[in-house]
């Protein structure tokens, strides 16, 4: 499943809410479901400080994709991460740089990632992609 | 106005004099618990913006034209409506400034000018950071020590603890009047005569207590008042700094510019008499024209009857909420008003305020600019309702229900 395949597969399973509360609901069994990161890894350098609420995010590289694992004080905030690592995890460096992440905005969600909203989130984005583009050459 | 002019308080017909509350968000009611962050704005200060620059919009203070004279005169006069609320005994003693952070950095450097090395800036724990970090700054580029006065655990001033700091050194006091996070009324009269008494001057942070209660800054012989007009049904980019007429003259100027001054040449400028001492450059005219309208409002309202009606809202919420088991109330103090903030135990407030939204319910989660306050009860933050005289009990109902289905989302 390509990146993109993925973007489309959650746009769809999106597509079956019709209110708000509903696909919050389905975002904090998301959150629940995320599995969380080592706990050894929850350390300052993998922190980042949101003025709502906090990430931790990890990165490796396996066999040229980029494995990302994260987590949240937050549930939705989790929960949102969860499908952000859905869709970037297990890519390679290149498409992780490059990606378009469209289905926030279609599922409704792009407020989690505007830089007012101050949750982390925008700035985890950032870091994923800067990640994939200090491992181009491991791909 | 007299007191036998003010109208009888009614909610129904406060509600639709503020048309930002008639509005669907997601399609629901909008239900705005957000007041201690901004205040919606009543039709005659909509109405006073449209006017001011559909008519009068000029530069005040300097023009020869009618125009000018118009928008100086209608500026002048939001100065004297301010001072005659706030019972200030002259209208240069209020000084048009950006907000309440202005009006304490205005404080912190201009006062501060006047302080030495060794003396003492006494704060208390619950300040907000626009209180806390000038005092800090100033400390730090006049050699100055900063001392905070603790709180207890119901989020109230310990008074002992405080005249323990308070010393012949002390030469300020910056307190809020109510906190922003916890609600709690500091007893700002008593605390001023202490300080006075060891020769210190007293701050009052009046951002959340100016649009809920009557303000007597002559009673409470404060020295300093300061509070932002957008708290308090006016435009955002507009505040005030009171300070007693004696001591603002023995301050030097903030900031230079066009107005402050009385004569430049290039070898020297002798500065402008008060209040245009302390208002350089063109000011925000629409501003204040606009935050005297909102006082105009106001001034028509039985403040005492106010008072009452958001505290018995605020106390409504409260008791209802602390039905919910694992959640808990922080902010407990005796003397409160108009907050509600609380957490619940393993749920992260951003959690609850995003659902909240959703419901079309706006309150404001997080640290309301306090950390050194949310360390001291060691949460991260918190959830905050924060009622206006406009809010109502069917509100709070409402609020109550969505934050009952919150909390069971996210068990």
Not at chain 1, 8 to 27: G, L, P, S, V
Not at chain 1, 94 to 103: G, P, Q, R, T
Not at chain 2, 73 to 95: D, L, M, P, W
Not at chain 2, 173 to 185: K, Y
Request: one cysteine or more; proline letters at 3%.
């Amino acid at each position: 499943m390509t990146l993109e395949d993925k973007q489309q597969e959650i746009i769809q399973e999106f597509e079956m809410f019709d209110d708000w509360m509903a696909k919050y609901e389905y975002i904090i069994d998301l959150g629940k479901e995320l599995p969380l990161i080592d706990k050894n890894k929850k350390t300052n350098d993998r922190l980042i400080r949101g003025c709502q609420s906090n990430v931790w995010l990890d990165s490796t590289v396996v066999d040229g994709k980029l494995i990302f694992t994260a987590d949240a004080d937050a549930i939705i905030t989790k929960g949102i991460i969860g499908l952000l690592i859905r869709v970037l995890s297990n890519e390679t460096p290149e498409s992780v740089a490059k990606a378009d992440l469209h289905f926030i905005n279609t599922i409704g969600l792009h407020e989690h990632l505007s830089p007012t909203r101050a949750n982390g989130l925008l700035s985890m984005v950032q870091k994923m992609k800067m990640t994939a583009l200090l491992n181009l050459d491991k791909a | 106005m007299t007191e036998g002019t003010k109208k009888p308080f009614i909610v129904r017909e406060i509600r639709q004099q503020f048309p930002a509350l008639r509005q669907l968000i997601y399609n629901k009611n909008l239900i705005y618990f957000d007041n201690g962050a901004t205040s919606q704005k009543p039709q005659v200060v909509l109405d006073a913006i449209n006017m001011y620059y559909s008519k009068d919009n000029a530069n005040i203070h300097r023009g020869v034209h009618f125009m000018s004279q118009q928008a100086t005169t209608e500026y002048e006069k939001a100065r004297v409506t301010i001072q005659n609320y706030i019972h200030a005994k002259k209208s240069e003693e209020i000084i048009f400034t950006k907000g309440t952070t202005d009006g304490i950095n205005l404080v912190a450097f201009s006062y501060g000018e006047l302080l030495s090395a060794g003396d003492e800036i006494l704060i208390t724990a619950m300040e907000h950071h626009s209180n806390i970090v000038p005092w800090q700054m100033l400390c730090q580029r006049k050699n100055l020590v900063l001392r905070v006065a603790p709180i207890n655990k119901k989020g109230e001033l310990i008074i002992e603890e405080f005249d323990k700091l308070l010393n012949s050194k002390t030469k300020l006091v910056a307190v809020t009047h109510i906190s922003n996070t916890l609600g709690t009324i500091n007893p700002v009269k008593e605390l001023a005569a202490k300080a006075h008494a060891v020769g210190a001057k007293i701050l009052v942070d009046g951002a959340q207590s100016i649009q809920h209660m009557s303000i007597d800054v002559v009673d409470m012989d404060c020295d300093f008042f300061v509070f932002s007009g957008h708290k308090v049904f006016g435009p955002t980019g507009i505040g005030v700094l009171y300070g007693k007429e004696a001591l603002l003259d023995k301050m030097p100027p903030y900031q230079g510019g066009g107005d402050m001054i009385s004569r430049v040449t290039f070898e020297h400028t002798t500065y402008n008499e008060l209040p245009f001492k302390f208002e350089a450059g063109t000011p925000h005219i629409a501003g204040g024209i606009c935050l005297g309208k909102a006082f105009e409002f106001l001034s028509e309202l039985d403040m005492d009857a106010v008072q009452k009606y958001e505290k018995e809202l605020a106390d409504y919420a409260q008791d209802m909420l602390d039905t919910f088991e694992g959640l808990d109330i922080i902010g407990e103090a005796k003397k409160k008003t108009s907050v509600v903030s609380f957490v619940v135990e393993g749920i992260h407030p951003f959690d609850i305020g995003t659902l909240l939204d959703k419901q079309g319910i706006a309150v404001r989660t997080g640290h309301h600019c306090t950390q050194p306050l949310m360390d001291f009860f060691q949460i991260p933050g918190t959830v905050r309702a924060s009622f206006a005289f406009y809010n109502t009990r069917e509100e709070v109902d409402i609020f109550i229900a969505a934050v009952e289905k919150s909390i069971n989302m996210l068990k």
